[in-house]
DNA sequence: GCTTACCATATAATTTATATATGATTTGGA
DNA sequence: TCCAAATCATATATAAATTATATGGTAAGC
């Protein structure tokens, strides 16, 4: 007993014509016989009279057409629901990632949606905080991953992660060899700091100070991790930045701030009342399970 | 997609792992790999992310694994349903008639019956009235059609049927010769009466004549309707039989008794409180319906 | 009484399903 | 680190099922 034998006979129950049904289902008439006959004998039973020129139901005929109506009428549904489905699981997620975040934070969110959804593609942009908000107002993104603080009024989001900030200076800079692996904003006062060109990070590390009642001497404000850490290897700084941006350099020494309270928070964000596809509408919500699980660990 | 399918896709949805499924469903894995893979192509999606050595289902696979065993419980259960059906519908009806009822009365039941379940097989036995109400309580046979009035206790009945009492003579009796087809009681008053051999029948007669302050003249009583219509037709009396056991015969004519107001009732029996074999119970309703169809008409 | 409509059967061709053999890749243990 | 076991995929061959073509029989309609 398959779909296509009790298709077959609805079809022949509907005309009580095997001529006309085969006709229907655009095949010939000795297969349908050959069918609803095999059929019968599955089920050990009759289906139909064949009355000369009429075919007639059997009780158990009946029974069969309502079964068999449910039954096609079930899966047909259930095909449509896996197609539209399919249809919904494909698709592009177009992401910004701001420097630094992809490995640590990201990684696990692409191979584990992936899993769940393999018919889907990523495209994955990067660039500082603020060129992934301007990204996200012009659509050419959906969704990013930024540093905190975020004082958009026009985005939701929520957090997803935070790393120490640390402090990168030359291995022959007097601090670099203080004990632990440590340094106080206090220790930074009159430092020379080489720092993200990111306005609301700026703006953090001046609270920082002023809440010891200082300010940062800041000389450079730096687009790219590297080159501020070529310049702090160089001795001309102190550059502040994300623990994972780190280079491996023996000219450079790495030291957290405050002892890892000073942090850098990342956000999961994307525009406000604008309503997305239901493929990024699920990875937003498979990454805020993501992250809901990693933060009970 | 058809149910073979389906079943192997929810082993595999069920084990995740297509060799164990394989092997589960005495089969080899290429095939099983393959039929998977048609599956997903036919629902153009991804049911499983075949990872190393490790299946995941995917969303699609999941919705499709719910909906896929709820249309195998489906046609699962229909085809238990049925098979119990064509269990419950096969088997023999045994059934007695009185003389003479099977064309007029019972013709049609057997053959529509025959249409609804054509795998039922009847017995037939025939006999008079009396002798059929012992065969049912012997149970040889597990109903009847038997002529009223039907005074048992320990039978279920409702009528079937009637017909009218002929009274048969000779040509040349002087009563073959009175106008119209009907003869009164008051003109058999006296005459030589030949009738069946069933108490019933017979007391039915008696109160004819007693509702005209007279009695009959029963000179015989027989069994066989053939032998009384021969006494008749030599003249040894009138013979008062049923209408339809007419024979032709050019030195017999037959006469409606009271202008066809005297009539035998057909019944039909079967015994109380004895549970009968659905298929018997079917036939039961079926004659009922029959007989509720034709008194409409 | 001939034609048409219809179901059944027989046989052939095609398509589909399954098995065997094999390759690639990965895991787990010596 | 390397070998053995496990596992899925592919290729090819065989077996099974499905379907079509051709044909016959039977009953209904003109």
Redesign the interface.
Known sequence: ????TLSYFVTVAEELNISHAAKKLNMSQPPLSYQIKSLEQE????LF?R?KRSL?M???GQ??YR??K??LD??SK??E???S??QG?KGTISLGLVEGTAPHIAGEWFTGF??????VRFRIMDGNSDDLVEKLRSGLISMAVITSPCDHMLLNSFPVGNEPMVAFMNSEHPLSATEGNSVSIKQLVGEPLIVPSRRALIEDIYRWFRSIKSEPNIICEMDNYLDAAALAGRGMGISIFPQTSYISNTSLVSKQIDGGTRRLEYLFVWQKGRPLPSLEE?FIDFVRDCTAQHSLI
């Open positions: 007993m398959d779909l296509k089920l050990n039973t009759t009279v009355g007639q059997t009780e158990s029974l069969l079964r068999a449910e039954i079930l899966s259930a095909e629901e896996i197609l489905m399919a699981m992936y899993r769940m959804y393999p018919n699920h």
